[in-house]
T-cell receptor, first 114, second 116 residues
Framework: AQTVTQSQPEMSVQEAETVTLSCTYD???????LFWYKQPPSRQMILVIR??????QNATENRFSVNFQKAAKSFSLKISDSQLGDAAMYFC???????????FGKGTSLLVTP | EPEVTQTPSHQVTQMGQEVILRCVPI?????FYWYRQILGQKVEFLVS????????KSEIFDDQFSVERPDGSNFTLKIRSTKLEDSAMYFC??????????????FGNGTRLTVT
């Protein structure tokens, strides 16, 4: 993927509620991979979840799940039962069209309120 | 759990000076990457490195940049003559071989480069 769009610069969610972060991308590949990374204030990049494009089943990792729509080139992240520690910048990162590197979107800043 | 380590955490340099950012990838990983993040902006791909050579680079990675794996453990990014716009957080990442699956990237904590 060469273009990644995260249309929500900021999102807010109350503790214990559910929030969905959106991501769309552009690619000419049929086989690729998609990732969500979390960047807390410490600025460390932490892998949240990954999805293989050839799999129809949406990936799930505890409270985190994705809605992958291949035809629409959409890859949204759902966070259930939000916790204060989920507050961070979230980056959508599909694989580049060559090699094993990733492209990143501009990120969505998630605020979790008590 | 093994981790990618980067040194220093913060480096200040004067415009025009050479700077070397250092990274120790996870020991059994084969692919190495540098990314940068200008404050408040997205994370941008710079270069990937495999089998002792550059496998891919972005348009940002011009002749001012170079990478090297001088020994079996370190992976360095050199900026020959720094500019003010090189001020950013630089992230090193590594991944293991594909083994049939696209490898996940593991990132270091970053080096904040400030060019004055």
């Amino acid at each position: 993927a060469q273009t990644v769009t995260q249309s929500q610069p900021e999102m807010s969610v109350q503790e214990a509620e559910t929030v969905t972060l959106s991501c769309t991308y552009d690619t000419s590949e049929s086989d690729y991979y998609l990732f969500w990374y979390k960047q807390p204030p410490s600025r460390q990049m932490i892998l949240v979840i990954r999805q293989e494009a050839y799999k129809q089943q949406n990936a799930t990792e505890n409270r985190f799940s994705v809605n992958f729509q291949k035809a629409a080139k959409s890859f949204s992240l759902k966070i259930s039962d939000s916790q204060l520690g989920d507050a961070a910048m979230y980056f959508c990162a599909p694989s580049r069209d060559s090699g094993y590197a990733l492209n990143f979107g501009k990120g969505t800043s998630l605020l979790v309120t008590p | 759990e093994p981790e990618v380590t980067q040194t220093p955490s913060h480096q200040v340099t004067q415009m025009g000076q050479e700077v070397i950012l250092r990274c120790v990838p996870i020991s059994n990983h084969l692919y190495f990457y540098w990314y940068r993040q200008i404050l408040g902006q997205k994370v941008e791909f710079l270069v990937s490195f495999y089998n002792n050579e550059i496998s891919e680079k972005s348009e940002i990675f011009d002749d001012q940049f170079s990478v090297e794996r001088p020994d079996g453990s370190n992976f360095t990014l050199k900026i020959r003559s720094t500019k003010l716009e090189d001020s950013a957080m630089y992230f090193c990442a590594s991944s293991d071989g594909p083994r049939g699956l696209f490898p996940s990237l593991h990132f270091g904590n970053g080096t904040r480069l400030t060019v004055t």
